[in-house]
């Protein structure tokens, strides 16, 4: 299958500090990606649309100032949590859909602000 | 807006029982319903899916149902393994600009009994 690569793993910043989480599409081009956060023993909640060459698409309730989302290139979507606070602390993950819409997911990311 | 809901979100059975998971969705449009596995901590694994031109579809000891009319699909698994326990997620494709999008069952955690 196709292989979307997350980076970091984990990270533990402190508050106030930004942190920057790269997705990647190892062997396919994507241009879309999307970015999902997910709290212990909870869902995959949508928080916003990639799109490569324009502006990321937010889902209503997610702060576009606080999560930075750029697609700079069709196999690199990045996202920047801004001004961290202890309750930004969850797992983020990424997804590139391919074909008919399948998706496939990145590692995430386990983010711990102090 | 578009939810998806998923029952039950625990399931404990026997080593060698069948476990069925079941999911309703709300939007008439959406034509893709993926299930993915996810254990503590990693990826979530498609496992399978299913488009709304079939009825059923079936890969070894798991099988999918979709009734469009009544907008709902389950998930089977049969001849249940303690490597089956994990979290199980649900998803219905949301048309979303470009690339329709996936929401996400509430998830649900199976354990099985060795």
């Known amino acids: 299958g196709a292989v979307v690569s997350q980076h970091p793993s984990r990270v533990i910043c402190k508050s106030g500090t930004s942190v920057k989480i790269e997705c990647r599409s190892l062997?396919?081009?994507?241009?879309?990606m999307f970015w999902y956060r997910q709290f212990p023993k909870q869902s995959l909640m949508l928080m916003a649309t990639?799109?490569?060459?324009?502006?990321?698409?937010?889902e209503q309730g997610v702060e576009k100032d606080k999560f930075l989302i750029n697609h700079a290139s069709l196999t690199l979507s990045t996202l920047t949590v801004t001004s961290a606070h202890p309750e930004d602390s969850s797992f983020y993950i990424c997804?590139?859909?391919?074909?008919?819409?399948?998706?496939?997911f990145g590692q995430g990311t386990r983010l711990t602000v102090v | 807006g578009e939810n998806v809901e998923q029952h039950p979100s625990t399931l404990s059975v026997q080593e060698g029982d069948s476990a069925v998971i079941k999911c309703t969705y709300s939007?008439?449009?959406?034509?893709?319903f993926p299930w993915y596995k996810q254990e503590l901590g990693k990826r979530p694994q498609l496992i399978i899916d299913?488009?709304?031109?079939?009825g059923e579809k079936k890969d070894q000891r798991i099988a999918v149902t979709l009734n469009k009319t009544a907008k709902h699909f389950s998930l089977h698994i049969t001849e249940t393994q303690p490597e089956d326990s994990a979290v199980y997620f649900c998803?219905?494709?949301?048309?979303?600009?470009?690339?329709?999008?996936?929401?996400f069952g509430t998830g649900t955690l199976l354990a099985v009994q060795p």
């Open positions: 997804s590139a859909p391919r074909g008919l819409g399948e998706a496939f």
């Open positions: 062997d396919f081009q994507a241009t879309t």
């Open positions: 990639s799109n490569e060459g324009s502006k990321a698409t937010y």
């Open positions: 939007d008439s449009a959406s034509n893709y």
């Open positions: 299913i488009r709304s031109n079939v």
């Open positions: 998803a219905a494709s949301i048309r979303g600009g470009a690339t329709n999008k996936l929401i």
